[in-house]
């Protein structure tokens, strides 16, 4: 099998997603992260294009941006139309970037020559071969990306064609072949890629992929590229990018590495995957995809009884590969589809021993099913889950009860709202009453409970708030619905998610809040005792 090439175009291709907006510390932060990858090349993005970029390229050519396995890439334009390659602004900051690899961008489909940019077919030949000329002749090397490839050679198979001739006679490395609309389909991109591999079989020129997502095929596109005789391909960390996206480079490197056999990423990479996933995410203001393959945080989760089932006897029954290989790990979920070895196996991945009640799994099934019809999800709240478990077992030793809670919002102007709360609690047998302000109901009852507990359970000091996430569950209820609250919390050394569900959004936020306490003082309680 020929070598492959992983391309990571997230800095540019990426950031064109709908709501990305990156800072250069931030693009900074994301090129680290994807170096520990070990691709071949690391698109920076488009310097002159935007201030951003160029202080980008500053930054890494000063040093701040010590790249150990992947070469950084530079993005840009061929020359104007009747102009000079050597006088051409944009090349002129492609130089000042000064990275080793150059990747430019060049029509390939002839309406987008005389309609686009306005001029003939013969000069955006000239530009492109002038182009890379220049960036070779100053010692850069070219790989060169064909815009609208496969749309341009269904409309002129033999323009398209020159296009890549053009690019590679003037000393491109790399022709990329770009489904820049993302409208072809696997059967197509296998039949173009096949002719365009043999036909450039005697110029010294390797052949990519670029594939965009919008009929679903992006990853399956860039498979078939490569197995026609591709040898590089272009994607972004989470298949981010324009309108649908682009090939997700994660999983097309995973599929290479652990389906196809080739050599793109060591062990030690392909463990990053999934941290390094998340990792983007963050920077980039996303959840993470819970469903993506092979990173999604659902991608091993497993929920109907029958496969859990199994799987207490060989994980792999129900899984294509060992989670381990790319960094993610396998869930068991506990729902109304659970059977008993999810509750026993989802209760051993806690640290709960089911088995010293004989009857302890039953009665957690029944009560879960029965929380779940009133909206309940146990999925992505694991704490939640686990005092539940441990209350079934007798486990749990309740450190507060609260007696009351009252919330009031005093509205004065726009920039002027505040809600109160007044709580009685009863804190480890002794009633108290604790008020508290905040900037809203839900920082109101914090300050209230903290008030009301006045000190006498040292930890909650140390846990706060991260994450609330609120879900309506029956939309057709209007103001009137049953919500869903989820809340992820900290004492900074770990997280932790609980979850509350009532019609009351207060009462929901307060019993994913009450959760979250009573579990973060068990695990402070765990270390005191360690």
């Not at 709501?19 to 693009?27: N, R, W």
């Not at 030690?268 to 920077?283: C, D, N, Y």
């Amino acid at each position: 099998m020929s070598p492959v090439e992983l391309y990571d175009t997230t800095l540019r291709d990426g950031t064109q997603r709908e709501g990305i907006a990156l800072s250069v510390p931030d693009k900074l932060r994301v090129a680290r992260a994807i170096d520990e990858l070990g691709v071949a090349y690391l698109e920076g993005g488009w310097p002159g294009a935007n201030p951003k970029d160029t202080e980008f390229f500053a930054a890494a050519a000063s040093g701040e941006l010590a790249l150990q396995r992947t070469t950084l890439t530079a993005f840009g334009m061929t020359r104007r139309p009747s102009a000079e390659a050597a006088t051409d602004p944009q090349l002129a900051a492609l130089l000042e970037a000064a990275t080793d690899v150059v990747c430019l961008v060049g029509k390939s489909h002839v309406r987008h020559v005389t309609e686009a940019i306005g001029t003939t077919l013969e000069e955006n030949l000239a530009m492109i071969a002038d182009s890379v000329a220049l960036l070779r002749a100053e010692g850069r090397r070219v790989i060169f990306d064909a815009e609208h490839f496969f749309d341009g050679h269904e409309l002129d198979p033999a323009y398209a064609t020159a296009v890549l001739e053009a690019a590679a006679d003037a000393g491109a490395e790399t022709v990329v072949l770009c489904d820049t609309n993302g409208g072809m389909l696997p059967h197509q991109v296998q039949t173009v890629t096949t002719k365009v591999v043999d036909h450039l079989a005697d110029r010294p020129v390797g052949v990519g992929m670029h594939m965009h997502n919008d009929t679903g095929c992006a990853v399956a596109n860039s498979l078939l590229g490569l197995q026609a005789g591709a040898t590089h391909v272009q994607g972004t960390i989470n298949g981010g990018g324009e309108r649908c996206g682009n090939a997700d480079l994660g999983t097309v490197a995973a599929d290479l590495a652990l389906k196809l056999g080739h050599d793109v990423m060591d062990e030690q990479a392909l463990a990053r995957l999934t941290p390094t996933a998340h990792a983007v995410a963050e920077t980039m203001n996303l959840n993470p995809d819970a469903h993506a393959p092979y990173v999604g945080h659902a991608a091993f989760a497993h929920k109907a009884g029958l496969h859990a089932s199994a799987m207490a006897k060989d994980p792999m029954l129900y899984q294509h590969i060992d989670p381990e290989l790319v960094g993610n790990g396998t869930r068991l979920l506990v729902s109304e589809l659970a059977g008993r070895a999810n509750v026993r196996l989802k209760g051993a991945e806690l640290g709960v021993d089911l088995d010293q009640d004989p009857t302890a799994v039953e009665r957690v099934l029944d009560r879960v099913k029965t929380m779940e019809q009133a909206g309940y999800t146990f999925e992505a709240a694991d704490a939640s889950f686990e005092l539940l478990l441990r209350e079934e077992l007798g486990e749990t030793a309740e450190r507060f009860a609260v007696e009351s809670l009252r919330v009031i919002v005093d509205r004065g102007d726009e920039d002027d709202t505040r809600a109160e709360a007044t709580m009685r609690v009863w804190v480890e047998g002794h009633r108290s009453i604790g008020t508290g302000e905040g900037n809203g109901p839900v920082d109101a009852l914090d300050q209230a409970f903290r008030a009301a507990v006045n000190g006498a359970l040292p930890p909650l000091d140390r846990i706060s708030l991260v994450d609330y996430k609120v879900r309506i569950l029956d939309d057709g209820a209007g103001t009137g619905a049953t919500t869903r609250v989820l809340v992820t919390s900290t004492d900074g050394e770990g997280d932790w998610q609980t979850i509350g569900v009532s019609p009351n959004i207060i009462e929901a936020s307060w019993k994913a809040m009450a959760d979250a306490y009573r579990f973060g003082l068990r695990r402070a309680a765990l270390r005191e005792h360690a």
